[in-house]
T-cell receptor, first 111, second 115 residues
Framework: GDSVTQMEGPVTLSEEAFLTINCTYTATGYPSLFWYVQYPGEGLQLLLKATKADDKGSNKGFEATYRKETTSFHLEKGSVQVSDSAVYFC??????????FGGGTRLMVKP | DAGVIQSPRHEVTEMGQEVTLRCKPISGHDYLFWYRQTMMRGLELLIYFNNNVPIDDSGMPEDRFSAKMPNASFSTLKIQPSEPRDSAVYFCASQLGGASTDTQYFGPGTRLTVL
């Protein structure tokens, strides 16, 4: 079945550092790929998505490119802020109307 | 739109009691999902509905769990009897349609503690 693998956290960075959170997936067909973010005490929010190979999703300075050849969707941001501290989930959506989530990666940004 | 609404936000109960969690999806959304989040198991899909009909309940842990969607604007997740291992955050999410490009919108969650 489909699966999503994320790097384990926590990832601890200083403010203005470069961020990469790795995500790889296994799926048949052509899934859509998503990054969700969960701030403390809140539900998940869509951060960005990409629906086909080579698409780049972007939002709030975050970017991720759908790489079919490497089955990856790594999340990047050039300069993180303390307010970016949260848990980030990579997910895919394939046939069956269900999202398959990775285990989540906690990001902690220190001032 | 107010987004997905869940109630209560926090619930503390004693083992053996019945617990009912409530969800109001975004108006016009055809799909509704119930998830459970724990440190040990991460985010798990319990059940989802399409047009108020349960489609896949394979994630429901056991018969103590049941979910209903009597109309397009309301769903419940019931645990009877509750056990300490049911302690978790329960999320409801809704989605407009079944396309792979559609976005799921999550509610704020209900934090359940079973003593």
């Amino acid at each position: 079945g489909d699966s999503v693998t994320q790097m384990e956290g926590p990832v601890t960075l200083s403010e203005e550092a470069f961020l990469t959170i790795n995500c790889t997936y296994t799926a048949t067909g052509y899934p859509s790929l998503f990054w969700y973010v969960q701030y403390p005490g809140e539900g998940l929010q869509l951060l960005l998505k990409a629906t086909k190979a080579d698409d780049k999703g972007s939002n709030k300075g975050f970017e991720a490119t759908y790489r079919k050849e490497t089955t990856s969707f790594h999340l990047e941001k050039g300069s993180v802020q303390v307010s970016d501290s949260a848990v980030y989930f990579c997910a895919l959506y394939n046939a069956g109307n269900m999202l398959t989530f990775g285990g989540g990666t906690r990001l902690m940004v220190k001032p | 739109d107010a987004g997905v609404i869940q109630s209560p936000r926090h619930e503390v109960t004693e083992m053996g009691q019945e617990v009912t969690l409530r969800c109001k999806p975004i108006s016009g959304h055809d799909y509704l999902f119930w998830y459970r989040q724990t440190m040990m198991r991460g985010l798990e899909l319990l059940i989802y509905f399409n047009n108020n009909v349960p489609i896949d309940d394979s994630g429901m842990p056991e018969d103590r769990f049941s979910a209903k969607m009597p109309n397009a604007s309301f769903s419940t997740l019931k645990i009877q009897p509750s056990e300490p291992r049911d302690s978790a955050v329960y999320f409801c999410a809704s989605q407009l349609g079944g396309a792979s490009t559609d976005t799921q919108y999550f509610g704020p969650g209900t934090r359940l503690t079973v003593l």
